[in-house]
């Protein structure tokens, strides 16, 4: 798009930023102008008030940042929008802070079928592992349920456990677990999703958590109410996204309800971002339900609504043991975790995926499981032949020396999570560093030594299992510290994480040549800022608050 003069008056206009482009040819700037969803021009602030019509909408920054708008790259819409109800335990220790937290939201709620708490810590109470009895003791009458912030660990109480009927346990996939007591019944805690999916069902909210457990559609199909209500969990989601400067999502779970309700939101009031959903593969499926995937990638393709990826959990996490790792755990020596797909599985399906050009993300932690996809990745190109692919690795919370240059050399991004390494964000050091043990520090949440090995990193919250605010994120990223005085650095600089959330996420769904930087003839995808944040002290960045949020043209939030 070219803008030949004054005549052409904008929609929109921002004054007085200290615009951050991301943008190398033309990096600083302190003003745009926004025709028609998209930047028709960046300059100065008098070049800019040009386009300034009796129409124009005009935003002072008053001398904060103006970003491209963020682009979050990992998170889970749909089940986020629903935690926003849920109980919120994050920060609390101890037995006693633990039974004041769900004694004081019980009877907030008091016609739920089930309490759900989110967010406790695997040391809520010290080195001792919660059981059913510690939550009886809190609440005997009710059932409850809480989740890591990882959420692949619940806990329950024995009436969840009764009426979920896994008390006397059940015969689960590989990776899942029911923790059983030496009484023969289950001990209250419950390993991935097959093992606490019976209880999460009793809360009524299992439609939300499909596109993580089955992949699949519900069944029954919603009635027109309980739509009604899952639109406006999804809208609870979106607005959420908006008001942290979020202009684009790349969803990690997904099935095609979830597009419905995001075209559907989209019809009657226009989405506020942008939004990605995967088709989610699971163990139990064929290859031919890729059709599915693709049927997705042709119907939703628009720069609101799109698919053409699909998604795959290869491993659990650290805390619990599910993570896959290539040598024994520092604290198990016995044990290397269990994958969800045998490695051939995995070849299989990459190469199937890939033959039909869709984009792949495999959530990886452990080495173990890394080695596994990326091997999956290499067998696809041999068998299909190299094409800008850009599958995807979740996580890398633990890596190789000899897997770390496979990144670039097969062009797969490493997707990685700044508030994920334990001491960086909320999740405390124990039990992780003593799981993945002092050898494997250096190359834990490697992303500095991933980006220096020519990989391209992009950045998330993986929301919820974190809080979703991008500049938290940036200044996680930017604070890092080693565990180790001997183990390297993996922090970035400030416009290395800002890119992070930014161009590389643009670049990691295909659209770094519309979106990702502000630049003439782009998106009006753009966040300010309340304050300059190149001029904040590090360890101020947290006082940063996104106060315009503005996607395709339109403000989708305000403070």
């Not at 990096?27 to 040009?50: F, H, L, N, Y």
């Not at 920060?91 to 309490?115: C, N, S, V």
């Not at 809480?146 to 590989?174: F, S, Y």
């Not at 050399?409 to 997707?415: K, Q, W």
């Amino acid at each position: 798009m070219s803008v030949t003069g004054a005549g052409h008056n904008a929609d929109l206009i921002v004054i007085n930023g200290r615009v951050l482009t991301i943008d190398d040819d033309n990096p600083t700037a302190e003003a745009v102008a926004v025709k028609d969803g998209a930047i028709i021009a960046i300059g100065s602030r008098a070049s800019i008030e040009e386009f300034k019509g009796p129409a124009t909408k005009v935003i002072d920054a008053k001398g904060g940042s103006v970003l491209p708008g963020f682009i979050e790259a990992h998170m889970h819409l749909f089940s986020g929008g629903a935690e926003l109800a849920h109980l919120q335990l994050t920060g609390i220790h101890g037995f006693e802070a633990l039974q004041k937290a769900i004694r004081d939201y019980a009877p907030t709620r008091p016609d739920a079928k089930m309490l759900v708490g989110q967010g406790v810590d695997y040391t809520v109470l010290g080195s001792e592992r919660v059981t059913r009895h510690h939550l009886d003791a809190i609440l005997p009458d009710r059932p409850f349920c809480m989740a890591a912030p990882d959420h692949h660990t619940m806990w329950a109480n024995t009436k969840a456990l009764e009426m979920a009927g896994i008390l006397q346990g059940r015969t689960l996939g590989p990776g899942n677990e029911i923790v059983m007591d030496d009484d023969g019944l289950a001990a209250g805690e419950l390993r991935e999703g097959e093992a606490f999916g019976p209880v999460l069902d009793l809360a009524g909210e299992s439609r939300v958590r499909l596109g993580l457990s089955t992949g699949g559609e519900p069944d029954p199909m919603p009635t027109a109410a309980e739509r009604d209500a899952d639109r406006d969990i999804m809208r609870r989601g979106l607005a959420w996204c908006a008001r942290h400067g979020i202009t684009s999502i790349q969803n990690m779970d997904g099935n095609l309800y979830q597009l419905e309700l995001l075209a559907e939101i989209e019809a009657e009031e226009g989405l506020p971002c942008r939004v990605k959903i995967p088709f989610h593969y699971k163990n139990f499926m064929t290859l031919d339900m890729l059709d599915k995937a693709s049927g997705m990638a042709e119907s939703y393709n628009s720069e609101w609504l799109s698919s053409g990826m699909v998604k795959v959990f290869y491993d659990g996490v650290l805390d619990s043991w599910t993570a896959v790792m290539v040598e024994p755990y520092a604290d198990r020596p016995d044990w290397v975790g269990e994958p969800l797909f045998t490695p051939q599985q995995f070849i299989d399906l990459a190469v199937a995926a890939d033959r039909r050009g869709l984009q792949i993300a495999v959530h990886s932690i452990g080495d173990g499981a890394v080695r596994a996809v990326l091997d999956g990745y290499e067998a696809a190109q041999k068998a299909n032949g190299k094409r800008d692919s850009r599958h995807r690795v979740e996580h890398i919370e633990v890596t190789t020396t000899s897997d770390v240059p496979r990144f670039a050399e097969l062009g797969v991004i490493a997707s990685m999570q700044p508030p994920h390494p334990p001491g960086a964000m909320d999740f405390p050091l124990e039990p992780t560093v003593s799981r993945i043990g002092p050898a494997r520090w250096p190359l834990s949440y490697a992303w500095r030594t991933l980006k220096d090995a020519g990989a391209h990193v992009v950045f998330a919250s993986d929301w919820p299992v974190s809080p979703i605010d991008p500049i938290l994120g940036i200044q996680a990223a930017v604070l890092r510290k080693p565990w180790a005085e001997s183990d390297p650095d993996q922090s970035f600089s400030l416009h290395e994480a800002i890119a992070g959330y930014t161009i590389e996420g643009a670049y990691a769904e295909f659209a770094e040549h519309r979106k990702g930087t502000l630049r003439s003839g782009y998106m009006a995808d753009l966040v300010v800022l309340s304050m300059d944040i190149e001029n904040t002290a590090p360890a101020d960045l947290h006082k940063v608050r996104p106060v315009t949020t503005i996607c395709g043209g339109k403000i989708t939030y305000q403070a």
